[in-house]
């Protein structure tokens, strides 16, 4: 069983940043796919960015060159660093562990809200 926290999030101005955390227990294999999913207020949940244990990316459009995920192996632990918000930006964020290509994990979720 896999078993994941989330932190990090908060009210942030337009074109801040936040880092959102989120760290896994449970047994975790080299193969799991970790990242984040967002959903905003009646709108389906969406991929924002994901990284595999051999550094492998990829993001939403709407994030490229403002979002970035990282991962720790050694700590099972996946971070999302967000640059220049934006109020669209605002959602849930929901970190996400996927395994062998059919089973998913998900944290808590987290608000993040973009306003000035």
């Known amino acids: 069983q896999v078993h994941l926290v989330q932190t990090g999030g908060g009210l942030v101005q337009p074109g801040g940043s936040l880092r959102l955390s989120c760290a896994a227990s449970g047994v975790i294999f080299s193969t799991d796919v970790m990242g984040w999913y967002r959903q905003a207020p009646g709108k389906q949940r969406e991929l924002v960015a994901t990284?595999?244990?051999?550094?492998?990316?990829n993001y939403a459009d709407s994030v490229k060159g403002r979002f970035a995920i990282s991962r720790d192996n050694a700590k099972n632990t996946v971070y999302l660093q967000m640059n220049n918000l934006k109020p669209e930006d605002t959602a849930v964020y929901y970190c996400?562990?996927?395994?062998?290509?059919?089973?998913?994990?998900w944290g808590q979720g987290t608000q993040v809200t973009v306003s000035s």
């Open positions: 990284k595999t244990s051999g550094g492998n990316t």
């Open positions: 996400h562990l996927r395994r062998f290509g059919r089973d998913d994990y």
